[in-house]
């Protein structure tokens, strides 16, 4: 069974940091492109970030460029969210995801339609 679990969430001041973290199980997920979305109370799911297949690309949200870094540990099939300069509109529920197929170009992989598994969350609330 596979699965994504999230952690690393929690309550910040402005300006503070968090890191996410994302641990991946009944798959290698090393082969595979994995992204961070979140979604703020009634706001609509958007990308954040995404750390592509092989290659290690990374792509970024405009939103959040220059503060956030994704990153893998392949030896522990787990994916990182480094948030720095935390804002209170960066506060949503930040899930973590894998994408199995090919994909090229940004708009492809922050799409979350693109992705096949999904976690089931992590609360991130960042106080003014």
């Known amino acids: 069974q596979v699965q994504l679990v999230e952690s690393g969430g929690g309550l910040v001041q402005a300006g503070g940091s968090l890191r996410l973290s994302c641990a991946a199980s009944?798959?290698?997920?090393?082969?595979?492109?994995m992204g961070w979305f979140r979604q703020a109370p009634g706001k609509e799911r958007e990308f954040v970030a995404a750390?592509?297949?092989?290659?290690?690309?990374?792509y970024y949200a405009d939103s959040v460029k220059g503060r956030f870094a994704i990153s893998r540990d392949n030896a522990k099939n787990t994916v990182l969210l480094q948030m720095n300069s935390l804002k209170p509109e960066d506060t949503a529920v930040y899930y973590c995801?894998?994408?199995?197929?090919?994909?090229?170009?940004?708009?492809?992989?922050?799409?979350?339609?693109?992705?096949?598994?999904w976690g089931q969350g992590t609360q991130v609330t960042v106080s003014s």
């Open positions: 995801a894998a994408n199995i197929d090919y994909c090229s170009g940004y708009d492809c992989h922050a799409s979350g339609n693109n992705y096949d598994y």
């Open positions: 750390i592509v297949r092989i290659s290690d690309t990374s």
């Open positions: 009944g798959r290698t997920f090393s082969r595979d492109t």
